[in-house]
């Protein structure tokens, strides 16, 4: 494990690598009593292909794959994992940039619970054509509401 020193801060942040690849970093917070855990993938909004392992080469998603999975991975059995962690006393969310997509959660209690609850519903997704068709009009919404935001167009406008 390697170890990263913050002298400003006068904390050490441990990194490793998980077995899939994944970099993990931890940042004990000594004194601090809410935890607080992101998994962030390199994959957002601009993203519209991905390269499996054992594959030739790229495979063409359809754009807005990335927002999907963000608010997709939130059902788990046809249950709200957001009500489970609220039962865990943690906040829930995830957000897409243009380049990543992140899933977080803070909490006081049950930080090893909330943090295989997050785990679980990012490794085990599961969807119904019913559920990616209601997720289609679920986003064609958020859109709509992007659209009417003067400072979202301003940007996209630039």
Not at 38 to 48: C, E, I, K, M, R
Not at 77 to 83: A, F, H, I, K, Q
Not at 109 to 115: E, G, I, Q, R, T
């Amino acid at each position: 494990m390697k170890t990263i020193t913050d002298k400003t801060l006068r904390e050490t942040i441990y990194c490793a690598r998980a077995e899939c690849g994944l970099p993990v970093y931890v940042w004990p917070g000594k004194g601090l009593r809410k935890k607080f855990a992101t998994v962030s993938v390199a994959y957002g909004s601009v993203d519209n292909a991905i390269v499996r392992p054992g594959d030739d080469g790229p495979v063409e998603l359809p754009g807005g794959v990335a927002h999907f999975l963000e608010h997709r991975l939130f059902e788990i059995d046809g249950r709200d994992v957001t009500e489970r962690f609220s039962e865990l006393g943690a906040s829930v969310n995830a957000m897409t940039s243009f380049v990543e997509t992140s899933y977080f959660f803070s909490t006081t209690a049950n930080f090893d619970k909330c943090a295989g609850l997050l785990l679980g519903m990012l490794s085990r997704p599961t969807f119904t054509d019913a559920q990616v068709e209601r997720e289609k009009d679920i986003i064609a919404q958020e859109i709509m509401m992007s659209n009417d935001s003067p400072g979202w167009r301003e940007y996209f406008g630039l």
